[in-house]
């Protein structure tokens, strides 16, 4: 009789060499993620702060001053970071965990733009991102929206989308 477990079985040097493989990504993903965060902490971007949460160097959390010139002004926004054990070879998961009324950031959090997905470099790093994300608040993008209704309010009627985005800033963003 034919067991499902033989049909499953891998090569043991096969094992071996992909664990092999993804320890090597591990660690250089570890050495790349410590290397930004001495240069964050060296050279901070204006208006952002980001760092590992607890003892999880694949976790962190950042925090950006809305931009002055922006419905945003006076907001600290949370976002939430996650390395991937491939980074930076593959872009991480950034969201952002304060609500924000803005054609590219949908309920979830979840942030448009484009060097986080196609546009992704290893020669991107943190702040590079967050400062993009900054002049992402200054400057939405409407035509690559994730809430088209916002992209539309923000297209068709200025003012209530800046007094709304101004809203949502003061009731989630400010204390």
Request: some cysteine; charged content about 25%; proline content about 10%.
């Amino acid at each position: 009789m034919l067991r499902i477990n033989n049909l499953l079985r891998f090569p043991e040097d096969q094992i071996k060499t992909l664990r092999k493989k993804q320890r090597v990504q591990f660690k250089m993903a570890s050495k790349r993620i410590n290397k930004e965060l001495r240069d964050l902490q060296r050279d901070p971007p204006v208006s952002c702060s980001a760092g590992p949460v607890g003892d999880d160097m694949f976790h962190w959390q950042a925090t950006i001053m809305g931009p002055t010139d922006s419905p945003f002004s006076g907001g600290v926004f949370l976002v939430s970071i996650h390395f991937p054990p491939d980074y930076p070879f593959k872009p991480p998961k950034v969201s952002f965990r304060t609500k924000v009324y803005h054609p590219n950031v949908n309920s979830n959090g979840s942030i448009c733009l484009d060097i986080l997905k196609e546009q992704w470099s290893p020669a991107l790093t943190i702040s590079k991102v967050l400062l993009s994300i900054c002049s992402l608040l200054t400057d939405p993008n409407p035509d690559d929206p994730l809430v088209p209704e916002i992209a539309h309010t923000y297209k068709t009627d200025r003012v209530k989308y800046e007094s709304t985005a101004r809203s949502w800033t003061q009731k989630y963003a400010m204390g």
